[in-house]
Every structure is written in C-alpha cells, then in structure tokens.
C-alpha cells in the first residue's frame, strides 16, 4: 500500500520560498559585513595574541560564531562592535588557556626546559623596543589594552570606539590616556633602544 | 623652584600631547635639563604610538577571508537554528501535550471500572481489554472532539491540506505554487492522445456482513 503524506501545498511552498529568501539575504548582508569586518576580528586577535596563526584561528571562529547569531542581531550597525567583542573575548580565552598549558608544560618538564640561544642575527634583526611594548601591552589590563587598540586600529574615532565597546566617551579618553601612561613607565628604562625612524 | 616639582606636570603633558603653557613653558625655557628630559618623554610617547600603530595595523593574511568563507559555506544555513522553527515545535508540543491528556483521561477511566467486572476475570487480561469494550469513553471522546475542532479550525485558517504520495510532495508543492502566481501549470500528459484512452472501470467495492451485536450481549457473554 502506497503511503500518504498531508501537505498544504501553496502555503508550505510560499513559507519555504519566503525563508530562502529571507536567508539569501541574510547571507549577503553578512558577506559584506564579513569583507568590511574580518580584518578587524584579525587585528583585535593579533593584538592580543601576538601571534599570526592563533590571530587567524581565533578571527574564523570569531566570524563563524557572528555568522551563527547574525540573524539575532536586531541593529546591524552594532556588528562591528559586536565582532570586536567577541573576538576580544575569545584571544583572551585562548590566551589564558596557552598560559595554562605552558605553566603545566613548565611544571612537568622544568629541568628539560632550557631557553633558546639568542643569536647575534636576532637581536640586530628584531627591533627591542618595539619587542619591549609588545611585552609591555600584554601586562595591561584588558580593557586598557582593547581601548589603546582600537584607538590605532583603523583610524577609528574616540565615539567610534565607545561605541564598539558600550561604554561613554569619557571612559574611553581614560583608559587610553592610563594605558599609555602604563606603557610609559615600564618602557621608561628602555628608551635608550628607541630606534627612530 | 626645583625641577623635581614640575617632573610629573611635564611627564602629564608628553602623555596627552599637548604644548606646555604658562610656568610649565617658562620653566623649560630656562632649564636644560627639564628640556632634555622633557623631549625623552615626547620620543618615548611618540615610539609608543608608532609601535602600538604596528601592532594593531598588521597585515592581514591574504588566506584570512576565503578560508571564513569556507567554513561559514560548511556551516548550518542562518535561521535553521532551533528556535526559528518555532511554529513546528509548538505543533509538536501541543501535540505532545495532547497526546498525554488523552492517556491520562483514559487511564483515569480505567480506574473507574466498575469492581464486578475486575474480579470476574485476571489483571492482565483485564487492563488488554478494557478500552476495547467495558471503557467509558466520554472523556475521552469530548477530549479529543476538542482537539480534532481546533485542528479543523487551525486548518480553515490556513489552506486546505492534501494527501500526496510521500515522494510526490515537492511537485504537488510546485505545482500548486505556479497556479497560486496564475501561471500556466506544466501539463504532464500534454501530448497524450485522448482519443484512445477509455474510462476505467474499477471494480465494485465488496462489504463483508457486519455482525452487529447489542452492548448488552458482550457484558453478558
């Protein structure tokens, strides 16, 4: 016996058509949004990280996951801000995670452990300041050091980067303002490697 | 006035960037080493910049937005998360809920067999044939008219339903779908000559003799 199925033709062939639409467009709203914006999620992951692969793994799954909540995001002026946040939360997260591991490594294999030789080659290659700073932002608080960012990121604007993160514009001014007097004092004593360009 | 009082002034104004004023200024103009320590404070802020410039510009990998797209391509399409379909899962809950009301009413019925009829034959037996002949439906019954009125009322408002074969659902759909935008419906059997075809004869339905019984004859029996 042939089996029977109940359908409502017309009405469940226009809701299906009106939803594949609706995600078409989605999708090409995100798109954009995914050219105009990846960069930053990269940047801000960089930033954190320091690190070129874990900055890109952490940009993709950051983009994967606004992808995923794209449709919830009511005011799709904030996604910028929105991206910037999660990809904040998440560098964060994988570094505190890579900072536990080596701590475990540290402990586990300490007499093993012996610093890499640095060669002459390096040091003339590297640039110590800028090595130092990059030390010396990582040390800072979190919000300070996502502010200090976003503020050379892009040209982005004191209002631009209040709104991004949710918080008055006077926050903003301080937390830069505090973060690079921070980074002032703990590089103070190597100003003497300053390379001037 | 020693220079060790305008230290942290003049550290203050490096750190905004903006030009010492009034004693601030006098005070640099006759103090050297104010100047020169003044002027590390400016380098040091500008290296500062610079490098955070470096830092929070670097260059994105060319690999970057074709491998997002890839996975966002391999990701679920956006709004078939599990709360988007929520029309289907209230369908499915109230069916559920129905489902369940109406076990419930039956088992309720079954408690309110009368003792008579529990003693007269084992358990097991007993709970097998109890919705099929001694069970008081009406509960029942008004329970699930309720359900099947709202069913026909939820059905009016929308469109009239069709029973389809299973593997002909999407065509009827499409079907339906270019007669709803008044468009001419491909014909299937378009160069089909009707000159031949006969009407079918089916053959007639064939009834066995219902053998109907009054109630009172299976309590007896």
Redesign the interface.
């Known amino acids: 016996m042939q089996e029977l199925v109940l359908i409502q033709p017309v009405s469940a062939a226009r809701s299906g058509l009106v939803r594949e639409e609706a995600q078409a467009e989605a999708r090409r709203e995100f798109e954009e949004r995914l050219a105009e914006c990846g960069p930053l999620a990269y940047r801000v992951a960089r930033g954190v990280l320091r690190n070129d692969a874990d900055a890109e793994d952490v940009a993709q799954e950051a983009l994967l996951r606004a992808y995923k909540g794209f449709e919830r995001l009511r005011d799709r002026n904030r996604f910028r801000g929105w991206l910037v946040r999660i990809s904040f939360r998440l560098a964060l997260d994988r570094l505190r995670s890579a900072k536990r591991r080596e701590q475990r490594d540290a402990t586990w294999s300490a007499p093993a452990r012996l610093a890499s030789p640095i060669t002459a080659e390096d040091v003339a290659a590297s640039n110590q300041f800028q090595s130092h700073l990059e030390g010396a932002l990582a040390e800072l608080p979190e919000k300070l050091r996502l502010a200090l960012l976003l503020s050379a990121m892009e040209g982005h604007t004191i209002e631009e980067i209040a709104a991004m993160v949710g918080v008055p514009v006077g926050t903003v001014k301080s937390r830069i303002f505090v973060a690079r007097k921070k980074l002032a004092e703990k590089l103070r004593c190597h100003a003497n490697t300053i390379k001037m360009r | 006035m020693p220079c060790e009082h305008y230290k942290d002034a003049l ?1 203050e104004v490096a ?2 960037g903006a030009a010492p004023q009034g004693e601030l200024r006098a005070h640099l103009d006759e103090c050297a080493s104010c100047r020169a320590g003044f002027g ?2 400016q ?3 500008a ?12 260059e ?2 060319l ?3 074709p ?3 890839a ?2 391509a391999g ?5 078939s ?1 599990w709360f ?1 379909n929520g029309p289907l899962w209230a369908c499915a809950a109230v069916a559920v809920v129905a489902l369940f009301a109406a076990r419930g009413v039956v088992h309720k019925s079954a408690e309110n067999q009368p003792p008579a009829s529990k003693a007269s034959s084992p358990p097991s037996v007993q709970a097998a044939q109890l919705p099929l002949v001694v069970v008081p439906l009406k509960g029942a019954v008004a329970h699930v008219s309720q359900i099947r009125a709202l069913q026909n009322r939820v059905v009016s408002l ?9 593997d002909q ?1 999407v065509l ?6 270019q ?2 935008r008044h468009k001419p419906a491909t014909l299937v059997a378009e160069d089909a000559d009707w000159t031949t075809l006969t009407p079918s004869k089916p053959a007639p339905i064939q009834i066995n003799p219902l053998d109907v019984k009054l109630l009172k004859e299976v309590e007896s029996q």
């Open positions: 550290v750190a905004s590390g404070e380098t040091l802020f290296a500062i910049d610079s490098g955070i410039h470096a830092v929070a510009n670097t994105v990998p690999s970057l937005l491998r997002i797209r996975r966002v990701a679920a399409p956006l709004g998360s988007a929308s469109m009239p339903e069709v029973l389809v074969p299973q659902e009827v759909a499409q079907y339906a779908q007669w709803q």
